[in-house]
């Protein structure tokens, strides 16, 4: 049970966003009492769990790239500030991420790269330093054997990304986690968040025992407030403001209550693989110019293919995670209901579907490297968490007039971007309308509103 009865804050969730809003909340207002409910053990055991946890500026809306960006400068500070986060991984290695890219989207890569006015760091690779890519064939025969249709698109060059590279999950959750309870924040693990009910103020009368409140009330001004927060196990705790930063599992929470967040998740699946074609290409030395180099080398960076399909390398296990966004096999939703059962049954390894390396993403992947064909590599594991996409691709910034926050949309790049929401949610709270990022930038809250969102859709999603 939680320490009090009631708090001035309770958030919902303990991932990349939760963790940062509470961080951030406290330090800006140390006097608030903020409780963060977990359903889980420990923090960051969600969807950022699961995370292939890549950090990028590469983006195509300015939106994306100034919030990234941001993140990423401080995941950088923090490795610099605190030598706890420099093993047994560092915190943050920006190794880079290298595009192969296929003529239709060589140019528009190559000029939103000019259009952010040195935004984006990153440099174009000619087709010919792309030859030294073990095993790569750039303009592949077919997609799979046997197939007669066209062939995927040759790739005519590539474009690295020098502010990329990889984040240690646990470490950037642990840090969040470790520091706002220094500041005093307090955490409820295991403990799921039910319902958001509402509850009257004063002398408003109220449903009883839903707590639904009558119609009228949306118009008595500042009278009507969320301020239940019932668990699973039936307790509650009161709350004068409540943050929703549930990822996937936020609409289970907010739909109850008439919020839309125009957001929907998607399980998202990654594979991991060892053996010979993965050895080789964990050796290549790729002729590009990365900000984190091992004794002054270029490793094999992130890889994305014309096709969509990402592999990440993780050279202290000498694997690679793969991955294919995808958006046609997995109806959209979630499979766990926190709302209907009182608990939230999130078990990545049962939602990886190791059958869908070989028929899902396996195809996606061998026509550039065909030595990937299964003799090449062993599948050791599969796991499953959700992207929680967006409408554009952008995240999701909205507050009810009833006490509600709700943040999330993260659309597959939630982590690269966690710091910079955590800044934004507590200068909502604060009912400023723009938010300092940490690279100075200021940010107008209301451009990730959906009554004054920013109209421009982001096209690098991976
Ligand atoms: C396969 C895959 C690859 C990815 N790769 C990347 C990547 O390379 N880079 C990147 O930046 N992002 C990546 N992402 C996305 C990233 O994981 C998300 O952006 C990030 O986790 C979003 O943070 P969040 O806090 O919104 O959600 P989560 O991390 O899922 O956190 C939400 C938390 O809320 C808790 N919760 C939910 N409902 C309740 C409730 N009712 N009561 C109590 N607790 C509750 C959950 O247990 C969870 O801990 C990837 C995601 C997947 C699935």
Redesign the pocket.
Known sequence: MPAKGGYDVVI???????LASAYHLILDLPELSILV????SRP?????G??????RDVFSTSDNQVLARSSISFYRRLLKEHEELRTPTPLLDLYGYLWLLPESLRDEYYSIVARSEGMIDAEPVSLDDLHSCPGLVVSPARWFEGDEANPPEPITGGLFGRYCGEVAPEMLANFYYEEAKRHGVEFLFD????RLSFEGREEILLHEPSKVPFAFQERMKGRLHISRVTLGDGQFVRADKVIV?????AE??LHPLGIATACSPQA???FSVSGRSVEELLGWEPPVHPIDTANGKARCPFLILPTGATLKPIFRQRQMWI?CVDSVTHAIGTRED?GRDGR?D?NMAQMGDREAFGTDVLPAVTPYLPSFETSGVRLENSW?????NSPDGLPVLIEEAYGVIFV?G?S???????DSMGRLVAAQYEGRRDAQLFTGDSYRLERLSLTRRVVESEKIIL
């Open positions: 919902v969730g303990a991932g990349a966003m939760g409910v977990e359903a889980r960051g055991e969600g969807s950022m699961a995370s292939n946890a890549m950090v403990a799921c968040v039910q930063a549930a990822g996937a599992w289970k929470l998202q699946l990654l991955g926190p939230l999130y499953g968490g959700y992207y929680h999330g993260d597959g790049s939630g982590v690269m971007k966690a």
